[in-house]
């Protein structure tokens, strides 16, 4: 099952919560829930202009 507008697997974002490197979540009852905004900013913050950028980004 793929999760949203990303069509990351539910797999993916356990293992980002569990990492600290997802979205903030809401934990609700046994539900896992996110903000669209805390979404959004999550995959703004992960923009890259080049690979090289890219590159860099990920050693730092």
Known sequence: MRA???DR???SWQ???IKGTGP???RCGGKILYD???VEAWLEARKFESTSAYAAGRTQ
Do not use: L, W
Request: charged share 45%; glycine share 6%.
């Open 15 to 17: 293992r980002d919560r």
């Open 36 to 38: 669209m905004r805390d």
């Open 9 to 11: 697997s539910q797999k």
């Open 4 to 6: 949203g507008i990303t």
């Open 24 to 26: 903030k979540f809401i």
